[in-house]
């Protein structure tokens, strides 16, 4: 008994405790089978101060603390950010969240707010941003915040609506839309979830239509290992037509994207604008390919491209991770034609001017600074779109833009039978912007070339007689500055060196250019016959868009060629002179230099007056004394030859006594 009774009172604080335990238990027990009704007004209290926005909770509750904590009630309304005013954050019917504790203590520390499911009839949502960074999901942001534009949202991992209107408002990305959801009712549906978004983008219409599976991971990154959605997704942004047929994880968290995707347009430039994608502008594109997101990247791979009358292949990865994003890859393909890249350099547009015919349209060059890129290019073939000039194959090169300094290097191609080297730079970080090139070609057969050199029609075989033949090199440096390609070539500097070995030309040509009537006439009897050119070279200096020749020559037995003056790129006028000195007797010439003039759009070639009234008065004057001696004023008996008409200037000079 002295044991017993000595023990009692020491039982007695664990009997309080039990009994207190099991009371508690009991109120847990009844609160989690009754919903825990009175809790609604502190819990609204309580949620107001973990979204800084107010929290009413309307009609029916229900709530659960323990298991799968989360809340039911009839009708909840979530205001705004003071600092923004829309008509609400949330209006939800039929509203059913679960979270997790310790999601909600990690947003009181700053991380965004994460709920594990939310469900609704129907939904009613404004998320707005404004420009200074408020937004109606946020508290109102200091000064010092506004630099960080980064869109928070909160973070809901599965989100399940029946209907709804979401309008989502950013001003800093220019983005104003407005969705509507809707659900399908009937069972087994594989795509039950149902969007159409219409607004704007980045200033581009938009007008979308998409399609989902169940249980859609909207604004929440899913497991590694979760199965993915299905998704379809067709409309337009601006003149930009898209369908996509796929599967995706999170539409908003920029988690795993993958599916067969189609684009149309009417440029890939105009396309690329409201995605900060400086792409050139083209003629109207189609193309057909897989596309794949993985966090920040993005990648493209098409064998179907159409731009213009180009076919195309492309392997692309765009990066949004980098500051500025990166694009990267390779483009290749059986064709470009080359007048589907006329619209990036403005030649798809008239100049301004109608006499002129350089194009004037400015460069987009601020769009260079939204991205950086690294491209591979390596096409079968680079057509000019004429029957005249042979295409190019083989063409390679490698394209960098790196803090808008547009590189075009490693430039190579395969040209009638010889090759193009070379690279450009266009820095448009610079102002003015400035261009530079180093081009070369080596080992060209002329005649296979410019097809517009063979006689008769263009088409003909490449070993049927030309004008001009023989095996073209040539080497150009150039720089220049401006907005345009009117702008660079007008204020170009730089040289030019052609070289023309083991050609031919035609004696037509050559008496023709001579003024020598009577080897014509019977060039035209007999047939034309080529000319070996002993040597033919042009050299010419480019001063600020003015290009001069110091040295331009053709030499065959029969006559030397020369050609001087020069032509302004920044007028676009020519004055050049071509003189004919004859090597043969000729019984009738009216031999006097050819004057090409006027402007690039309009040329003027006439022979020079004097010389032909120089001529025109011997004739008279003898024809006074004795008509039949009038004719003694047009024989030609030829001059002396040049031993070395086409030495380099240089090398002319330093044999000069």
């Known amino acids: 008994m002295t044991f017993i009774s000595r023990s009692l009172p020491r039982s007695k604080p664990l009997r309080i405790f039990s009994i207190t335990a099991a009371v508690l238990l009991g109120l847990v027990a009844l609160g989690e089978l009754a919903g825990w009704p009175f809790l609604r007004a502190p819990l609204a209290q309580q949620l107001s101060k973990l979204t800084d926005s107010s929290v009413s909770l309307q009609g029916d509750f229900r709530a659960q603390l323990l298991i799968q904590p989360g809340i039911a009630v009839d009708s909840v309304t979530m205001g705004s950010a003071s600092a923004v005013k829309v008509p609400h954050l949330l209006q939800a019917e039929g509203f059913v969240v679960r979270w997790r504790w310790g999601d909600l203590w990690r947003s ?6 994460r709920l594990k499911r939310v469900e609704a009839d129907q939904i009613d949502a404004h998320l707005v941003r404004l420009a200074n960074g408020n937004a109606s999901w946020a508290r109102a942001r200091s000064e010092s915040d506004v630099e960080d534009s980064a869109t928070v949202l909160p973070q809901i991992e599965t989100l399940v609506l029946n209907a709804g209107t979401i309008v989502y408002r950013d001003e800093p990305l220019n983005i104003d839309l407005q969705v509507r959801i809707t659900q399908s009712s009937e069972p087994d549906t594989p795509l039950p979830w149902r969007a159409t978004a219409s607004g704007r983008y980045q200033g581009a219409a938009v007008k979308l239509e998409a399609q989902a599976g169940p249980n859609l991971p909207l604004l929440m990154q899913t497991e590694d290992n979760s199965a993915l959605t299905p998704l379809r997704l067709s409309g337009g942004v601006g003149s930009t037509q898209l369908d996509f047929d796929g599967a995706t994880g999170a539409l908003w968290a920029g988690q795993v994207m993958r599916g067969t995707l189609t684009l149309r347009g009417a440029s890939l430039g105009t396309s690329g604008k409201p995605l900060g994608l400086a792409l050139p502008d083209t003629p109207a594109y189609r193309m057909r390919g897989r596309i794949a997101r ?7 791979v098409t064998d179907d491209a159409t731009v213009g009358s180009s076919s195309l292949t492309a392997a692309m990865q765009y990066n949004t991770a980098t500051i500025p994003p990166t694009l990267a890859g390779r483009v290749g393909g059986r064709r470009l034609a080359i007048a589907d890249l006329a619209p990036a350099i403005g030649a798809d547009q008239p100049p301004r001017d109608a006499s002129r015919v350089l194009p004037d349209k400015t460069f987009d060059l601020p769009s260079l600074a939204q991205m950086n890129a690294n491209v591979r290019v390596d096409l079968a073939q680079l057509d ?7 295409p190019m194959t083989d063409l390679k090169v ?10 075009l290097s490693g430039l190579s191609a395969r040209v009638a039978g010889g090759l193009l080297t070379g690279s450009t730079r266009l820095q448009a970080n610079q102002r003015p912007p ?5 081009l070369r070609l080596a080992e060209v057969d002329l005649q296979r070339w410019i097809r517009a050199l063979n006689k008769g029609a263009a088409s003909l075989p490449d070993d049927s007689p030309a004008y001009l033949s023989g095996t073209l090199n040539a080497k150009l440096s150039l720089t220049g500055q401006g907005n345009s390609v009117a702008d660079i070539l007008g204020s170009g500097n730089g040289r030019l060196t052609l070289d023309l070995v083991n050609g031919e030309i035609s004696q037509l040509v050559t008496e023709a250019i001579g003024l020598d009537a009577a080897q014509a006439l019977g060039m035209l009897i007999a047939g034309d016959a080529p000319l070996r050119l002993n040597c033919a070279r042009a050299e010419a200096v480019i001063q600020d868009g003015v290009v001069k020749t110091r040295h331009a020559v ?15 790129l920044k007028t676009e006028t020519l004055q050049l002179r071509v003189v004919a000195d004859p090597k043969d007797f000729s019984p009738f010439s009216l031999r006097t230099p050819l004057n090409v003039t006027g402007t690039l759009k309009q040329l003027q070639v006439r022979p020079e007056a004097s010389g032909l009234l120089a001529r025109a008065a011997g004739a008279l004057v003898l024809g006074a004394l004795a008509p039949p001696a009038a004719l003694l004023a047009f024989i030609d008996t030829g001059a002396k030859p040049n031993s070395e008409p086409c030495a380099p200037v240089k090398a002319r000079k330093a044999k000069t006594p």
């Open 434 to 438: 400035q261009w530079e090139a180093a």
């Open 398 to 407: 490698h394209l960098t833009l790196v803090n808008s300094r547009l590189d």
């Open 384 to 390: 000019f779109g004429t029957p005249s000039i042979a």
């Open 108 to 113: 009181r520390q700053g991380a965004p707010v």
């Open 554 to 568: 053709l030499d065959n037995k029969d006559s030397t060629l020369y050609i001087q003056g020069g032509a302004s």
């Open 294 to 300: 993985e966090g920040k990247v993005w990648s493209l």
